[in-house]
C-alpha cells in the first residue's frame, strides 16, 4: 500500500525545505541510487538480489552479502521483510525491497531531510539484458520520478556500463532513445539539467579491462549530445595521468575532451584524511584545471568509507570511515580544490560499506 509522504515518520526538522533548483549542478551535492535490492516475495521474482552471496537463497549467516543492514524503524510494516538472521536483542533482521514505492519515496524524503539536493538514478547495462531486472529497473526510475518532485529533489539517468559484453552499447542507446523520445522523462520538472539541457551519465568510460571498447563509448556520447543531453562522465580515478585503471590512450582522453562534466571513480583510492588533502591539492586540482581549460565541468567523487569484508576469508575494512572524517576531509579538499559540485557514492551503497543513509547499528 500507498504510504502518504506526510505520513513518512523523520527524524529531522528540515521538512519545510523548499524545492531545489533543477537547472544547473552548480552548488549541488548529488547521491548515486543503486535501487537494486530485492527480496522473496515483493513481486520482482529475483530472489534476495543484492543482500546474498547466492540470490536463489535466503539470507543466512552464511549467504550474507551486505555489509550492512539498514535502519527500518521509520519504515512501515508492508516495508519491511524479515530474514533468519537475529540480532543480538533477538529481534530479526529486517531488509526491504527497492521495488517498494514507499520506500524509494521514503529515501528521497530523507534527501530532503537532510539537504541532498538529488540523486542520479543507476540504470546497469547488464539489468536492461533480462526482462525480471528491466521491470524491476523501471519500476524504480517510475517510482523516482513520482518520489523525486514530491520531496522537492533533482533526478537524472546514469547509465552504469561496467561489465557489458561487447556490441552492447545500442541496448543503452535504444533506452535513451525510449525514455527521452517515448516517455518524455526529461520533460519532467524534477528532471536535473545543467547549461540549459537535461544531464546523462555514463559511468565506465576509458576503464581498463572491460570488454566495450572506446569506440562504442564514443557512439554512446555522440548520440546522446544529438539527443541534446549534457553528457556526464564517470571515468577511473588518475584519468589525466593515465595510471591505474585509466592506462595512458590519447583516444580516451580524446573522447573526455567531449564530455559536458568529467567525474573520477576514486572509491578505496584513499583511506585517511591527510591523503584525501593530498589528492584535493594535486589530483583534483591538476585535473579541474585542465576540464576548465576546455570549459568542462568537474565533479569529484566524494565516499564515506568502503569494505568489502564480507566477501573475503578475513573480515576487514579496507577503508574506515573514522567516524566521518573521510567524508568532511573530501568536502573541505574538493571545496579548496575549486570545485562547484559534488557527488556522493552512494546513497544505498549496502555491498560495498559506501552508503550514507541509515542503518541499523544493532545488526
Not at 225 to 252: H, N, Y
Request: charge should be neutral; charged fraction near 25%.
Amino acid at each position: 500500500a500507498e504510504t502518504p509522504l506526510e505520513n513518512l515518520a523523520s527524524s529531522s526538522p528540515a521538512a519545510s525545505i523548499t524545492s531545489v533548483d533543477t537547472t544547473t549542478l552548480i552548488g549541488k551535492v548529488m547521491v548515486g541510487y543503486n535501487g537494486w535490492y530485492n527480496a522473496e516475495g515483493d513481486g520482482g521474482n529475483r530472489g534476495w538480489i543484492h543482500w546474498t552471496k547466492d540470490k536463489t537463497k535466503p539470507i543466512n549467516s552464511d549467504n550474507v552479502g551486505v555489509e550492512l543492514f539498514p535502519d527500518l524503524s521509520e519504515f512501515s510494516e508492508q516495508e519491511r521483510y524479515s530474514t533468519s538472521l537475529v540480532k543480538p536483542d533477538g529481534k530479526p533482521v529486517e531488509i526491504y525491497s527497492s521495488l517498494n514505492e514507499a520506500t524509494v519515496r521514503r529515501h528521497f524524503k530523507w534527501m530532503r531531510d537532510y539537504r541532498i539536493d538529488g540523486a542520479f538514478i543507476k540504470r546497469f547495462a547488464l539489468d536492461l539484458q533480462h526482462p525480471h531486472s528491466t521491470r524491476h529497473t523501471n519500476t524504480v526510475l517510475s517510482n523516482a520520478r513520482k518520489s523525486a518532485p514530491e520531496s522537492g529533489r533533482a533526478y537524472a539517468i546514469m547509465y552504469v556500463l561496467n561489465g557489458l559484453s561487447a556490441d552492447k552499447i545500442d541496448m543503452v542507446i535504444d533506452d535513451w532513445g525510449r525514455l527521452g523520445q517515448i516517455e518524455r522523462i526529461t520533460d519532467d520538472p524534477a528532471y536535473l539539467k545543467h547549461e540549459g539541457k537535461p544531464v546523462v551519465a555514463i559511468k565506465g568510460v576509458g576503464i581498463e579491462g572491460q570488454k566495450y571498447s572506446l569506440a562504442e563509448c564514443q557512439k554512446l556520447v555522440s548520440f546522446l549530445k544529438e539527443q541534446g543531453c549534457t553528457v556526464m562522465i564517470g571515468t577511473a580515478a588518475d584519468w589525466l595521468e593515465g595510471r591505474g585503471d585509466a592506462k595512458e590512450d590519447a583516444a580516451r582522453l580524446a573522447l573526455l575532451e567531449q564530455a559536458d562534466v568529467i567525474s573520477p571513480d576514486t572509491i578505496g583510492k584513499y583511506s585517511h584524511p591527510r591523503q584525501v588533502r593530498r589528492e584535493g591539492q594535486y589530483t583534483w586540482a591538476s585535473e579541474k584545471a585542465w576540464c576548465d581549460d576546455r570549459g568542462i565541468d568537474y565533479l569529484p567523487v566524494i565516499y564515506p568509507g568502503y569494505s568489502r569484508g564480507s566477501l573475503a576469508e578475513e573480515k576487514k575494512n579496507l577503508v574506515p570511515r573514522r567516524h566521518g572524517k573521510l567524508l568532511w576531509a573530501q568536502f573541505q579538499s574538493a571545496k579548496n580544490a575549486g570545485c562547484e559540485m559534488a557527488y556522493i557514492a552512494t546513497f544505498d551503497g549496502m555491498h560495498n560499506g559506501t552508503a550514507i543513509f541509515k542503518f541499523d547499528q544493532t545488526a
